[in-house]
């Protein structure tokens, strides 16, 4: 979660209040996107019933469920607003030959990946274990877990893959 305002005051008799928006808030916000509070140290979620924008750093807000000065008051004058902090694809990417080097453990065995072989119908881990090299695909379902801090591969292998 990212902050992203602060709610300054009562706007209104509806239960609109006047937002403080800091420098990180979305140009593209769409109200359709839930913004959050924090009560009871639990994020909630609330949907904009109308927003509009009072220059660079300001905003009027109407939320769904708020509609009285009473509850605006009690739930959401001074606290901060949040947005969920968004996921991009490229936080997942990496390229396989990225992983070259990196400690792998199959069935509690310990050893290292050695190289990749890059094939449109069968790309190739070599994985080296108990000094013996291995090829195994390079498939998605055969990898349990990829810690890059540790630049440890765990995998998970089809009994028989590996000849002993």
């Not at 979660?1 to 609109?16: C, K, L, P, S, T």
């Not at 291995?134 to 000849?163: C, M, S, T, Y």
């Amino acid at each position: 979660m990212i902050a992203v305002g602060r709610i300054g005051r009562i706007f209104g008799n509806d239960g609109g209040v006047m937002v403080t928006l800091y420098t990180n808030f979305p140009d593209d916000f769409s109200t359709q996107e839930p913004l959050f509070v924090v009560i009871d140290k639990l994020a909630v979620p609330i949907f904009c019933n109308s927003f509009e924008r009072r220059g660079q750093a300001g905003a009027i807000i109407t939320f769904d469920d708020i509609d009285s000065v009473r509850r605006a008051e009690e739930f959401l004058v001074g606290r901060e607003i949040f947005i969920e902090e968004e996921q991009t694809e490229d936080d997942d990417e990496f390229y396989m030959e990225d992983l070259i080097g990196f400690d792998v453990v199959v069935d509690g065995r310990k050893g290292e990946l050695t190289d990749y072989y890059d094939s449109e119908a069968n790309p190739l881990f070599e994985i080296s274990l108990d000094g013996k090299e291995h090829l195994i695909p390079a498939a998605e379902e055969f990898i349990a877990q990829i810690d890059f801090d540790k630049r440890i591969i765990k995998f998970v292998l089809p009994e028989g893959l590996l000849e002993l």
